[in-house]
């Protein structure tokens, strides 16, 4: 009797090619824009990127263009709230704006100018509540459209944001970040959840440097990440079945000091393009992820897991961004001095044990 013929060696094929083959998980990545002006700033400069003798804009139309011109559409949340600081005019043409060239329009809590609140988490859960209604009635009125999601400034929510983001009506919250106040209350995590029936969509984060039980974490940023970085952060997220990267920007990433900064422009342009190239990736909005969770089978049984970029990169980090900032600076410069030190003195010691069984 013949036990392995043919159709038993195809299938057998099959199985080797099924288990050589990528079978990495799929994960989706979010570009999240915060847009807003600073503290004393002004929209024209933070939103809209427009600067003295420099004719094209630099804010929220050119990340727009940029993600246009790769097929991907951003979730943009924004602060309707400086539009008692700065008038509702801007803030309107802003929201307007997003949502006619077809991004996703959520909502971003900067209450002070409007409330006197200096965050969220400072106000009570029914001062919450109210920050919250306003703030969706403000851009339903601007715009018609329906808001589904919720991300504190400055990351400053906790469990009664979480319960007021339900009670008004969302079904998002995506405050969840290292140092939040939330993170005080629910454990700090990469993974997609749901805390008090709202889906927490948490601000991705990583190891730039983890020894031993010692971590120095960092958002996954579009200004703070470099490419390397950001494709390392990528490839592991993968590697480890992480359902989400949620990848951080502002209004104003693409300038800085006053001026436009055209290294971080033609960073969102090139991970795009990996994204865009890599089968295990999927660029997708806030909405349309919301939307697949309800239909689909997806971020189910998710291990949480925290990328490490590491100490090499962090250093060429520095080095690539070396003007742009003394952390940098001290980084770039005090690595190699130290490193030479740490050869000197152990040359020294060498030399002297040498030296001493010599006499």
């Given at each position: 009797?013949?036990?392995?013929n043919k159709?038993h060696?195809s299938l ?6 099924l288990?050589s083959?990528?079978?990495h998980?799929?994960?989706?990545v979010?570009?999240?824009v915060d847009v807003?002006?600073?503290s004393?700033?002004?929209p024209?400069a933070?939103?809209?990127?427009r600067?003295?003798?420099i ?9 727009m ?12 949340y924004?602060n309707?709230?400086?539009?008692a ?11 307007n704006a997003i ?15 409007m409330f ?11 001062k919450q509540v ?8 403000l851009?339903?009125n ?6 589904i999601?919720h ?6 929510a ?12 969302l ?7 290292f ?6 209350d ?8 749901s805390?008090?029936g709202?889906?927490q969509l948490?601000?991705t984060?990583?190891n ?6 010692w ?5 996954v ?7 390397r970085?950001?494709k390392?952060?990528l490839?592991?997220?993968t ?5 989400s990267?949620?990848i951080?920007m502002?209004?104003?990433s693409?300038?800085?000091y006053g001026a436009?900064?055209?290294d971080?422009?033609e960073?969102?342009?090139r991970?795009l393009?990996?994204?865009?190239n890599n089968n295990?990736?999927?660029a997708t ?7 697949l969770?309800?239909?689909e ?13 590491g100490?090499f ?16 600076i001290?980084?770039?410069i005090?690595?190699?001095?130290v490193?030479f030190?740490?050869i000197?003195?152990?040359t ?12």
């Amino acid at each position: 009797m013949r036990f392995f013929n043919k159709h038993h060696f195809s299938l057998l094929l099959i199985l080797l090619l099924l288990l050589s083959g990528n079978n990495h998980a799929k994960t989706f990545v979010l570009f999240t824009v915060d847009v807003e002006s600073y503290s004393n700033g002004n929209p024209d400069a933070q939103i809209w990127g427009r600067f003295d003798g420099i004719e094209e804009e630099w804010g929220i139309t050119k990340i727009m263009d940029i993600l246009d011109s790769h097929g991907t559409k951003g979730t943009f949340y924004l602060n309707v709230y400086e539009s008692a600081a700065h008038g509702a005019l801007p803030i309107r043409l802003a929201a307007n704006a997003i949502h006619e060239q077809g991004h996703d329009l959520q909502l971003h809590t900067h209450p002070q100018p409007m409330f006197g609140v200096s965050v969220m988490s400072k106000a009570s859960y029914e001062k919450q509540v109210e920050i919250l209604s306003k703030g969706i009635e403000l851009i339903h009125n601007w715009t018609g459209k329906p808001v589904i999601a919720h991300r504190a400034g400055a990351f400053e929510a906790n469990l009664n944001t979480v319960k007021a983001v339900k009670d008004s009506g969302l079904s998002i919250d995506s405050s969840l970040g290292f140092g939040s106040s939330l993170a005080e209350d629910i454990p700090l995590s990469n993974t997609v959840s749901s805390i008090e029936g709202v889906i927490q969509l948490p601000l991705t984060h990583y190891n730039q440097v983890k020894i031993g039980n010692w971590e120095s974490k960092r958002h996954v940023d579009i200004e703070g990440s470099t490419y390397r970085e950001l494709k390392e952060i990528l490839e592991q997220a993968t590697d480890n079945g992480l359902c989400s990267v949620n990848i951080l920007m502002h209004s104003f990433s693409l300038s800085r000091y006053g001026a436009p900064d055209p290294d971080v422009a033609e960073r969102l342009g090139r991970i795009l393009e990996y994204i865009n190239n890599n089968n295990n990736l999927t660029a997708t909005t806030t909405s349309d992820f919301y939307k697949l969770l309800q239909q689909e089978n997806i971020c189910v049984n998710e291990k949480d897991f925290t990328p490490t970029t590491g100490l090499f990169l962090t250093y060429l980090r520095a080095v690539e961004d070396f003007d742009k900032g003394h952390k940098n600076i001290i980084v770039a410069i005090g690595t190699p001095v130290v490193l030479f030190l740490l050869i000197l003195f152990f040359t020294f010691i060498t030399l002297r044990r040498i030296r001493s069984k010599s006499h």
